[in-house]
């Protein structure tokens, strides 16, 4: 079964406007932890945001905040007031377990286009 | 800027080829993994090593191998190539309480 699941491939958002990515999530672990990363067409991957499971707020990086809904196994981005530079393949990823390590599941990617 | 250098950016090999892939992490980070983003498997973890030890595998090939050096550099060997190995391979590196930093990529295409 897929651990991470974004069901949407590709977005349109209006500049200035605000554009939510979709990303749920399956474990069995009580302790995860679920980030998102932004790959631009230059290929590199830049972290944006990181939930942690017994974390009770929501994580917010300034225009970047993470909507986690435990229950639903969900953990969408947030983006606000878009912009031009936004526009890339936004990826949700998952670390199961309380460890630090970094072995992450990705989902597929959803990629966001941001018009002017 | 990540901190993480990984060279080359570009590989172009044919089959049945043999190429290295280095990794440099940021300074202070004692675990290093490696990535592979393919057009149909995705960003995938291959494995990871701390303080030059092995630590976790996962889908990585019996052709595929790494390690990590006693500077913590890594190498990423990839043999008897395919074209299906043809991906984007990541290096990533992290120390206790730290996001997970990516380098840029090495894009290997195997013709």
């Known amino acids: 079964a897929q651990k991470i699941t974004q069901t949407q491939p590709g977005m349109f958002v209006q500049e200035k406007e605000a554009v939510t990515l979709d990303c749920t999530y399956d474990t069995s672990d009580p302790s995860y932890g679920l980030f998102w990363y932004k790959q631009p067409s230059s290929g590199e991957m830049i972290f944006l945001i990181y939930?942690?499971?017994?974390?009770?707020q929501n994580a917010t990086e300034g225009r970047y905040s993470l909507n986690f809904q435990k229950a639903r196994k969900s953990a969408n981005l947030v983006i606000s007031a878009s912009q031009l530079g936004d526009s890339a393949m936004y990826f949700c990823a998952m670390r199961e377990g309380a460890s630090n390590d970094y072995k992450l599941s990705f989902g597929a990617g959803t990629t966001v286009t941001v018009r002017a | 800027d990540s901190g993480v250098t990984q060279t080359p950016k570009h590989l172009i090999t044919a089959t049945g080829q043999r190429v290295t892939l280095r990794c440099s992490p940021r300074s202070g980070d004692l675990s290093v993994y490696w990535y592979q983003q393919s057009l149909d498997q995705g960003l995938q973890f291959l494995i990871q090593y701390y303080n030059g030890e092995e630590r976790a595998k996962g889908n990585i090939l019996e052709r595929f191998s790494a390690q990590q050096f006693p500077d913590l550099h890594s190498e990423l060997n990839l043999s008897s190539l395919e074209l299906g190995d043809s991906a984007l391979y990541f290096c990533a590196s992290s120390s206790q309480g730290s996001p997970l930093h990516f380098g840029n990529g090495t894009r290997l295409t195997v013709t």
């Open positions: 939930q942690g499971s017994y974390d009770q």
